[in-house]
């Protein structure tokens, strides 16, 4: 049984759909539609493109997300370093970097003289360039002291004398203690030791 291929195509005026028989194609007819003179010949097929929107679109979705997340992601990492540099200078800024003076000596003028000294330390104020020598000298007798003086001596990493220091407290009660805070002018000093204490007779 012989069957006839149609065809599909379309209207050159009105572009109205047009089934004609295979054999017709390139043949002029009146367009069913508009009632024109029409050539019959396949219609062209929409243009689509080769990428489904559907695709760009998540494409572009996943883009930004991923240059947020990206972003986010340095900002993070930038807060972080800045937590980690700001501990660490904290750190630096309370850690004593050399504490002298560890135990009382009976034999030490400054023991027989009824004052006990710390350790003292070196250390630089947070968030300043300042440095102090700081520690805690007590008053051991039963009696008050008055216009006290302490001296230090102020070294560096070699053991080499580079400065001194000094601080004053005008009264310390008896069995008492004064924290002392004298400033360190000098950047190279890593130690310190008392030098002396004096008192107002």
């Given at each position: 049984?012989?069957?006839?291929?149609?065809?599909?195509?379309?209207?050159?005026?009105?572009?109205g759909?047009?089934?004609?028989?295979?054999e017709?194609?390139?043949?002029?007819?009146?367009?069913?539609?508009?009632?024109?003179?029409?050539?019959?010949?396949?219609?062209?097929?929409?243009?689509?493109?080769?990428?489904?929107?559907?695709?760009?679109?998540?494409?572009?979705?996943?883009?930004?997300?991923?240059?947020?997340?990206?972003?986010?992601?340095?900002?993070?990492?930038?807060?972080?370093?800045?937590?980690?540099?700001?501990?660490?200078?904290?750190?630096?800024?309370?850690?004593?970097?050399?504490?002298?003076?560890?135990?009382?000596?009976?034999?030490?003028?400054?023991?027989?003289?009824g004052?006990?000294?710390?350790?003292?330390?070196?250390?630089?104020?947070?968030?300043?360039?300042?440095?102090?020598?700081?520690?805690?000298?007590?008053?051991?007798?039963?009696?008050?002291?008055?216009?006290?003086?302490?001296?230090?001596?102020?070294?560096?990493?070699?053991?080499?004398?580079?400065?001194?220091?000094?601080?004053?407290?005008?009264?310390?009660?008896?069995?008492?203690?004064?924290?002392?805070?004298?400033?360190?002018?000098?950047?190279?000093?890593?130690?310190?030791?008392?030098?002396?204490?004096?008192?107002?007779?």
């Amino acid at each position: 049984m012989n069957r006839t291929k149609y065809l599909k195509g379309e209207c050159q005026h009105c572009h109205g759909h047009i089934e004609f028989p295979a054999e017709s194609a390139g043949l002029t007819t009146t367009c069913p539609h508009c009632g024109k003179q029409t050539e019959l010949f396949l219609a062209a097929p929409k243009d689509e493109p080769t990428i489904p929107r559907a695709t760009i679109v998540y494409t572009i979705i996943a883009v930004v997300i991923l240059g947020a997340g990206l972003v986010g992601a340095i900002i993070a990492l930038k807060m972080a370093q800045r937590t980690i540099s700001h501990k660490n200078d904290e750190a630096i800024a309370q850690a004593p970097v050399a504490p002298t003076n560890s135990t009382p000596n009976p034999d030490d003028p400054i023991t027989q003289a009824g004052f006990r000294v710390s350790p003292v330390t070196i250390e630089k104020t947070k968030g300043s360039s300042l440095i102090y020598a700081l520690g805690t000298l007590s008053n051991a007798s039963d009696r008050q002291r008055f216009g006290v003086k302490i001296q230090f001596d102020l070294f560096d990493d070699s053991g080499q004398k580079v400065g001194a220091a000094k601080d004053y407290q005008q009264l310390i009660e008896p069995k008492s203690e004064w924290k002392f805070h004298a400033l360190v002018v000098t950047s190279k000093a890593t130690s310190a030791k008392v030098a002396s204490i004096t008192e107002e007779k």
